[in-house]
């Protein structure tokens, strides 16, 4: 499992997730995501584009993130492209909760007050 912090405008903070986000993904990284994302108390892009595989802990670890961020005032937006994570967020009704963009362009626009 990999995190890498991406450049991002000022108010915010974008990092991409690569691998697999199951429990031992999320062991992996849930330190580090939450030092990139909440810690920063800023607006989040998390682009799961590159995960092979999201788990109910990744699922967890992304909604307790976001839970985190609007105590603060900030939002998080997720990009996901490929079907297999976009049914993954669909069938664990986290897209009700958390808004998920096409790509980097929608999801900055959501995070602007645009609708997704």
Do not use: C, W, Y
């Amino acid at each position: 499992m990999n995190l890498r912090v991406l450049e991002a405008p000022p108010t915010q903070v974008h990092v991409a997730l690569d691998g697999r986000l199951d429990t031992a993904g999320v062991d992996a990284i849930e330190v580090k995501f939450n030092a990139a994302v909440v810690a920063r108390r800023k607006d989040a892009v998390v682009d799961l584009s590159a995960l092979e595989f999201l788990s109910s802990m990744g699922v967890r670890m992304l909604l307790l993130a976001a839970k985190a961020l609007e105590r603060t005032g900030q939002r998080m937006v997720l990009v996901a492209r490929g079907p297999v994570i976009s049914t993954a967020l669909q069938h664990s009704a986290i897209d009700e909760l958390i808004p998920v963009a096409q790509d980097l362009d929608q999801a900055r626009a959501i995070l602007a007050g645009g609708r997704p």
